[in-house]
């Protein structure tokens, strides 16, 4: 297979998504309002992460237990899409930018610090090869005889850059971009990156200007802002997706993340919170339902949906139940 080059400049400035602009706030946007919001998001990712990680096990006990919403009696520990994220948070958190050696440092180490959170073969050798001093660049690309990962490693970890760059498009897919390529350098993964923050930029504004989208339109601003690819065309093909359809037909359409691909992630993860754009609880449920990358999916649609989701649809005891980020060993406090 021929690899698809990357060739790809993100449009200059984010068109506000919704009628009515929240002009009094925008004016007072200062770096603890982004990162307030990247923090929420983040949250979004860990109790997604940790909700969807509890439904592994006996394929008929979990289905039974989605059919009657019980989640199964676990530590609500978050997985390697978190831990990840956390690491992407950090940086936005010092500078508000991304810088490529130091994000790839910190997964090293975060991965060191618990190898036990669901890495993946492909990352686990790429960061093993770094720490032998290989070339990032190099590595990256020659994964999958040099084809690049397209996994969904990259869209998972996200979401912190859309909430905290909400209000500029440019700067979230440049920052999607470099946070994708140190692993992920094929187009698939980094379109679904950059999908996933943008959805995020879009859900962190609805709730500033107090509107909601259209499924449709949530979907048609996100495919704007995409390069031409097999995840922006599975995206597309989303809006003509029923969400009354039954989930086994939303799976043959869409993908469940069962092969961890970009492609067959990001397209129902997306399509999820297009249709809960205001029930995080709700969003969950369906996500889960599919029962595919069941923690990689919660994760993403968790991260998005939150921004924009009533309060009051983030259940207390799911809050509380999460592993804490802030007191885990992942969190630095410098």
Not at 12 to 22: A, D, G, I
Not at 46 to 71: H, N, P, T, V, W
Request: negative net charge; hydrophobic residues 35%; aromatic residues 8%.
């Amino acid at each position: 297979m021929k690899k698809r080059e990357f060739n790809y400049s993100p449009t200059v400035v984010l068109e506000r998504s919704c009628y009515y602009k929240n002009k009094t706030i925008m004016d007072h946007i200062d770096n603890t309002y982004r990162i307030k919001n990247a923090k929420k998001s983040l949250l979004g990712v860990s109790i997604g992460d940790a909700f969807g990680d509890s439904f592994f096990g006996d394929l008929g006990k979990i289905s039974e237990s989605i059919y009657l919403r019980q989640i199964p009696e676990t530590k609500w520990e978050f997985t390697d899409d978190t831990v990840m994220s956390i690491a992407i948070f950090e940086e936005l958190e010092r500078n508000g930018d991304i810088n490529q050696e130091n994000l790839l440092k910190q997964f090293c180490i975060n991965h060191d610090l618990d190898t036990n959170r669901g890495y993946g073969a492909t990352l686990r050798r790429l960061l093993r090869e770094v720490q032998n001093g290989e070339n990032w660049r190099e590595v990256s690309k020659r994964a999958f005889d040099g084809q690049g990962s397209m996994g969904n490693g990259a869209a998972m970890r996200v979401c912190p850059i859309g909430a905290f760059h909400f209000d500029n498009f440019q700067k979230v897919k440049e920052l999607s971009i470099k946070s994708a390529e140190i692993t992920h350098s094929n187009i698939e993964a980094i379109t679904g990156a950059i999908a996933i923050a943008i959805g995020t930029a879009l859900t962190t504004q609805m709730k500033l200007d107090r509107c909601i989208l259209t499924p449709t339109d949530f979907i048609d601003k996100i495919l704007k802002e995409l390069p031409d690819s097999d995840t922006k065309s599975k995206i597309s093909k989303s809006k003509s997706v029923s969400y009354n359809y039954h989930i086994d037909t939303v799976k043959s359409i869409l993908g469940n993340g069962l092969n961890m691909t970009a492609q067959d992630t990001v397209p129902f993860a997306i399509w999820c919170t297009a249709y809960n754009l205001q029930n995080f609880e709700e969003g969950l449920w369906k996500a889960v339902s599919i029962l595919g990358d069941r923690d990689t999916i919660c994760a993403i649609v968790g991260g998005m949906s939150i921004m924009s989701s009533d309060d009051l649809n983030i259940p207390y005891s799911w809050t509380n139940s999460v592993e804490s980020i802030d007191k885990s060993i992942f969190r630095r406090n410098e």
